[in-house]
């Protein structure tokens, strides 16, 4: 069982990403799938959550109206578009798998797989 993120990378400010999860040994449609993110110095965020029951996102405030959560179950791929990416969103980029029923998305704990990371810098 296996989460891998690509698509990060250095960036301008103002430009735009997209970061990739692939799964595999799972079905990824049948659970939750998160995004986070850490910079140096601080603790795991969570960044975005999209839902296996129906196709329902979340989003924490600081990224709202600029990243876009999506799925595409032929792939087993969830994607994060991040447009008008700032300098406070450089960080490593983790996606993970929800194992519980919580709606409480943005911790960590309710996840049991995570992929090994992607460097996201947003630098001029």
């Known amino acids: 069982l296996q989460l891998v993120e690509s698509g990060g990378g250095l960036v301008q400010p103002g430009g735009s990403l997209r970061l990739s999860c692939a799964a595999s040994?799972?079905?990824?449609?049948?659970?939750?799938i998160g995004w986070f993110r850490q910079a140096p110095g601080k603790e795991r965020e969570g960044v975005s959550c999209i839902s296996s029951s129906d196709g329902s996102t979340s989003y924490t405030d600081s990224v709202k109206g600029r990243f876009t959560i999506s799925r595409d179950n032929a792939k087993n791929t969830v994607y994060l578009q991040m447009n008008s990416l700032k300098s406070e969103d450089t960080a490593v980029y983790y996606c993970a798998r929800k194992y519980s029923g919580s709606y409480v998305w943005w911790d960590s704990r309710q996840y049991d797989y995570w992929g090994q990371g992607t460097q996201v810098t947003v630098s001029s």
């Open positions: 040994g799972f079905t990824l449609d049948y659970y939750d």
